[in-house]
Structure formats: C-alpha cells, structure tokens
C-alpha cells in the first residue's frame, strides 16, 4: 500500500519509541530529472523544523536547496567553501590568506558551532574581544568580510540556512582611518633617482616603480628580454606570485592580462647598464646563487635600503610609485589618452568600447614617452 510519502505529500510523524522518541521524522518521495526516485528520511527535533522542511520539498522538491542543517557547523561549511567553491572562484593567495586569518582569529570560537545557531550578541562580543585583545582594527574588519561571505553563501545560492535568516557576522564596525599614500613630485623623483647613494640595481628598481609603474610582483620577475630598447616598450608578461602553501612561483600578472608599457627614454637609461651583456632569460634582480627572481622579503628589504639612500619618505611603499606614476600622467600629461593610460598600467577600462575595442597605438605610446620625458627635463613640480 502506497504511503503519504509515495503519493508525493510526504509525511513529518512524532517518533513514538527507541533513542529518538519525541523527535519528528519527515519522509518524502523525490522525483529526480532523470525519472528516477529517491526517498528522503530525516529526523528533526521539533515538529515545526520538520514541517518547513516538508513544505521545501513540496515547494520544488530540492532537499538540498532548502533543507535546515541544525547540525552543519560554522567550521565544517567553511571548510567545504574552501575546497568546493572558492579554490574555483577566487585567486589560491586570496584563498591561502582568508583561510589563515580564519584558523588565527575565529577557529576556535565559531567551528564547532552550528550555522543556525550562531548568535549575533555573542559575534558582537567576539569583535570587541578581538579589539581588547590587541587585534587591528584592519584585520578584524577583513575577518568580518571572510565571516559574512561565508555565511552568506550558506544562505544563497547553497541554501545551508533558510533564506529569511539574517546574515549575524554582519554588524557595523568602526572604520579605521586609511593611510595617507605618498605621492611625489617630478622634481621630488628625479632627485631620488640622481642619488649618489644608490647602485645601479637599486637606481633602476626605483626608476622601474616611478617610470614604468610596475606592480611589485611584475618588477620581481622582470626579464632582460621582456625589455626592448629598440621599440621603448617594456612587454609585462608575468608576475612573482604566491602559491596556496606560500611557495613563491612565477605566473601571470594581476588579472592575467598581459600588457606592453611604455619605456621613455629616462628609464631606458637607467636599465642599459643593468641589462648590458646579460642574455634574454636572466632577471635584473636574481637570487645570487641561480636565475631566479629574489624572495619577497629580501625584495622589501633591499627596498628599504633604497628607500633611505635615496632620501624617499619613511613610510613610502613600492605601491606609492605605483601611484605616484599614474598621478603624474592623469595631472600633468593632458595629451595621453585615458585607453592609453589604462593599457600601460594594466588597469581595466570602464564600459565596453574601452574593454573590447581599444588596442595600444604606437602614436599615443609615443605620446607618453615623450610626455614622461620632458617632465624630467623641465623638473616641474
């Protein structure tokens, strides 16, 4: 005799005997697209648990879209996140970094604690323990964005908690004030760069942040064959990256594009001797033992010694001549183009035309080498 759960209604009964007496059974039919069935049994500890459940089923017949986990913990979801959904989405150094703040800061208060019962009292209690306790206002704000991601993706598109629960990781914090970045003057950069004090593997670093723009991976794997003298162009084509386990390997550059800067004539100048008598594959800046680029903290390290030869402010970063760069062409070169701009640093364009249709032209390169020239022979400030 077919049963309520046959005829496609599904059943929640109060189990009457055994360990789970009390507890409420949901049983139910499922079609599968394929034609086939499963039935699905679950035990829940209230009758209303169980008869949402039910109404999920009846709704679309999807268990795993809507069904409630009392039992799926913060760690567990987090977990599978990692090795299912964001090792697909997001770059293995983003992965790497989330799951390390997570395991130092969060671990051992949220992964044994079941996602629908997680508190927001108890998560505003957490963050004010995280600030008393010495944690950066910096690090606990990126821990609230793993936390909510993570919980929100529980919610939708995963359906781990029911679609009407509301996000509890998701409380206002103080926003800390952001660092003022250092941005120099033509005439501020041509004096560090003129320094007595520098080598000429520490001039050119500078001049490869300051007059290409280069990101600090990109000048790291920089190549003697990636430069081209003839042509003024400096093809960036790869990036020192970090791997999941921290190792260091070269790839791609920061969204996997690949571009071609413009190289003026200043900075070709200062490469020359750098790049003299070397072959195409060996990188500027090697290890000493074997060809291969320096490890990031010796890079930091040597740019601190750059930093105080060349007179450079304290707290200036290689990401400040980055900056510094870009400043300069969008303020004091009004003849380069916007596209142009956007195709020697590697940034993406706004609006599909700038995105699909705009290929680097040789007249406008030759613009902003000749514009990135003359601010160094007129030493504007």
Not at 324 to 349: F, M, Q, R, Y
């Amino acid at each position: 005799m077919a049963t309520r759960a046959d005829s496609g209604e599904g059943s929640c009964r109060k189990i009457q005997s055994g360990k789970l007496s009390g507890k409420w059974r949901v049983q139910y039919r499922l079609r599968k697209p394929d034609g086939s069935q499963k039935r699905v049994s679950r035990v829940f500890s209230t009758q209303k648990e169980g008869l949402e459940f039910l109404r999920s089923l009846r709704k679309d017949g999807s268990p795993v879209a809507h069904q409630i986990t009392h039992d799926l913990t913060f760690g567990d979801w987090l977990d599978w996140l990692i090795k299912n959904d964001w090792s697909e989405s997001l770059d293995p150094k983003t992965v790497r970094d989330r799951k390390t703040r997570y395991e130092k800061y969060a671990m051992a208060r949220w992964a044994d604690v079941p996602l629908t019962r997680i508190d927001p009292v108890e998560v505003k209690s957490f963050y004010t323990h995280l600030r008393e306790t010495g944690v950066g206002q910096h690090t606990i704000i990126a821990l609230r964005v793993l936390l909510v991601r993570a919980f929100n993706q529980a919610i939708a598109p995963y359906g781990r908690v029911p679609h009407f629960w509301r996000n509890p990781f998701a409380l206002e914090l103080k926003t800390p004030p952001r660092r003022v970045a250092v941005a120099l003057t033509p005439k501020e950069a041509k004096k560090a760069l003129a320094s007595k004090d520098l080598d000429d593997k520490r001039r050119a670093m500078l001049g490869v942040y300051l007059l290409a723009g280069l990101r600090l991976g990109e000048q790291m794997a920089l190549t003697v064959g990636q430069i081209n003298f003839k042509e003024k162009t400096i093809l960036v084509d790869r990036a020192v990256k970090l791997t999941e386990k921290s190792a260091q390997t070269v790839g791609l550059p920061k969204g996997d594009k690949v571009r071609i800067a413009v190289l003026c004539d200043t900075l070709a100048a200062i490469l020359r001797p750098l790049c003299e008598g070397k072959s195409d594959e060996e990188y500027l800046w090697s290890t000493v033992e074997e060809n291969k680029p320096r490890m990031k903290a010796l890079t930091y390290a040597t740019w601190r010694r750059l930093r105080k030869e060349a007179g450079l402010p304290e707290d200036m970063s290689p990401h400040d001549c980055r900056l510094t760069h870009i400043n300069w062409i969008e303020k004091l070169c009004p003849d380069v183009s916007t596209t142009t701009l956007k195709e020697h640093v590697g940034h993406a364009g706004v609006g599909v035309t700038e995105v699909n249709y705009t290929r680097p032209l040789a007249m406008s390169q030759s613009i902003l080498r000749t514009s990135l020239d003359a601010l160094f022979a007129s030493g504007n400030k």
